[in-house]
């Protein structure tokens, strides 16, 4: 898939996401079209390694199933992962409580 970088700048904006859930900065987020429903889980190589995504954002350019938009803490971090065409693959989201 096509995986570009995304930071979140602009005034006024919160963590919640389009989901309605709150960012953990820690956290991977991704975005993804209407295609994906909020809480898919993926897995991508991400640092040469499988990292887990969760879908909980919109990409508003996004209308392919193949692409998605990775949210990323800084701007450097988005400069320096820019647009990557990496592994990525369906996963078993389990929730603990």
């Not at 096509?2 to 709150?22: I, N, Q």
């Not at 889980?41 to 640092?47: F, H, N, S």
């Not at 592994?87 to 929730?95: A, E, K, M, T």
Request: proline fraction near 3%.
């Amino acid at each position: 898939m096509v995986v570009t970088a995304y930071v979140r700048t602009c005034e006024g904006c919160t963590g919640v996401v389009a989901s309605g859930v709150e960012r953990d900065p820690r956290a991977l987020v991704v975005a993804a079209s209407k295609h994906w429903p909020f809480g898919t889980c993926l897995e991508a190589v991400i640092d040469q390694r499988w990292q887990r995504l969760v879908v909980e954002d919109r990409g508003g350019a996004i209308d392919k199933r193949n692409e998605l938009d990775l949210l990323v803490a800084t701007e450097d971090e988005a400069r320096a992962w820019g647009r990557q065409s990496i592994p990525v693959r369906y996963c078993q989201l389990s929730i603990h409580r």
